[in-house]
């Protein structure tokens, strides 16, 4: 089988403003360094209304979707920023993720990466936060659960900043395992070890400020690997944020191209343990253009690798 690359068009015209991080050169430089690889290119669908509300209430939605301005951008809350065309960007990385799963679950495809923008693991359960307007990954597991029958999806977020927005959404969800490995302290200040879930199913991993490759990957080896194993997942999603690279002007992890390939490689062990291989990726940070595009390709070499 081969690795999909889900992505679309639209993930392009969702601006802000010059100078932002969450900027359109992110995208357009993760599909540029992609470009030529083995993958099946599928373009993602919309997200509907009733995959929103899997984890939204309809007053957010409404909310969200108020807020697009008919022209320039307009700021909603202290990060995030919305232009014509942002809401359909955002439906789209829903659209893309729930598609990517249900290509990988029906053995379309061996794995799947979700190339687009904005991100949505800080965006809570009725709150925009950290340029994320929905909560991508999150939904995309309560799909896998209600839509397909799955009783045990993890999700992994190794992006520098805590995954506030995917705790949030599946805290009180049993069926779920959400593991985030983050700088700590850091913007937005959560995940703390002692939030653990309502069924014991979150697990944050706190690193320090300088933490480098070698000990990142003692972390993962002690925490993270053991609970997968233990929890058996029969999907594992990814949230890939590749702010945690050492040249990334938001945090201060020491991360590089190889920890981000290393930490795949042993996903992907997980899931063929497990769940058959079905691995989905999404990409959430990033805000080195350079190391955000080398580190993106790095992460996909793997899947390809694995989904061959």
């Known amino acids: 089988m081969t690795t999909a690359m889900i992505t679309h068009s639209d993930c392009l015209s969702h601006v802000t403003p010059t100078g932002h991080p969450e900027q359109v ?18 373009e993602a669908p919309l997200g509907r209304i009733e995959d929103l509300r899997l984890c939204h209430p309809q007053a957010h939605i409404d909310h969200i979707r108020a807020a697009e301005p008919d022209e320039g951008t307009v700021q909603i809350d202290p990060d995030t920023w919305m232009s014509p065309g942002s ?20 053995g379309k495809a061996a794995n799947a990466f979700v190339a687009t923008r904005p991100p949505g693991h800080h965006a809570e359960t009725e709150k925009t936060m ?26 992994v977020d190794f992006d520098v900043h805590h995954g506030n927005g995917t705790q949030d959404l599946l805290w009180s969800e049993a069926r ?94 997980l899931a063929d343990t497990h769940c058959s291989g079905r691995v989905v990726s999404c990409l959430e940070g990033g805000y080195d253009l350079d190391a955000l595009a080398s580190s993106a390709a790095a992460h996909v070499d793997v899947l390809i690798a694995r989904g061959a």
């Open 87 to 106: 809401v359909d960007a955002a439906l789209r990385g829903v659209g893309g993720a729930l598609a990517a799963v249900d290509m990988v679950l029906a």
């Open 25 to 42: 050169a992110r995208l357009e430089r993760v599909l540029a360094a992609l470009q030529g690889r083995a993958l099946e290119q599928v």
């Open 176 to 269: 779920s395992l959400f593991i985030s490995s983050h700088q700590y302290p850091l913007w937005p200040g959560t995940g703390p070890v002692s939030d653990t879930g309502a069924h014991g199913n979150v697990i944050n991993l706190p690193l320090d400020p300088g933490t480098n490759g070698e000990a990142f990957r003692a972390a993962y080896e002690e925490t993270v690997f053991p609970a997968l194993d233990a929890f058996a997942p029969e999907l594992l999603l990814i949230s890939a944020g590749f702010d945690a690279h050492h040249d990334d002007p938001l945090a201060g992890l020491r991360l590089t191209e190889d920890d981000f390939a290393w930490v795949t490689g042993r996903l992907c062990d």
């Open 130 to 155: 950290g340029f994320c307007l929905f909560g991508t990954v999150a939904i995309a597991a309560r799909h896998a659960m209600e839509r397909h029958g799955l009783s045990r999806v993890a999700v």
